[in-house]
């Protein structure tokens, strides 16, 4: 039963190891994007940002009123 144990983890530890022989080796490759592409990116970015903002402002706002109500009411 030990044997089996080892066998199965080495196994493991062999697929593990190919995986990552496999993504290393696969690399990436990038192509170049047009500088129109950059900028919609980069204010996508910003409206991302904002609407996050607004969503946290959005839950104080509900989370101080529903305060007030449990404190007052």
């Known amino acids: 039963m030990k044997m089996l144990n080892v066998s ?3 196994a493991k530890q062999l697929v593990n190891s190919g995986v990552a022989v496999a993504a290393v ?9 047009p500088a129109s592409v950059a900028t919609e990116i980069a204010s996508v970015k910003v ?3 904002t609407a996050g903002g607004l969503l946290i402002g959005l839950a104080v706002v509900a989370m101080g009123l529903r305060w007030v109500k ?4």
Not at 25 to 33: D, M
């Open 8 to 10: 199965r983890r080495r």
């Open 25 to 33: 080796t696969a690399g990436a490759a990038y192509a170049e994007l």
């Open 47 to 49: 409206d991302i940002t």
């Open 70 to 73: 449990a404190t007052f009411f």
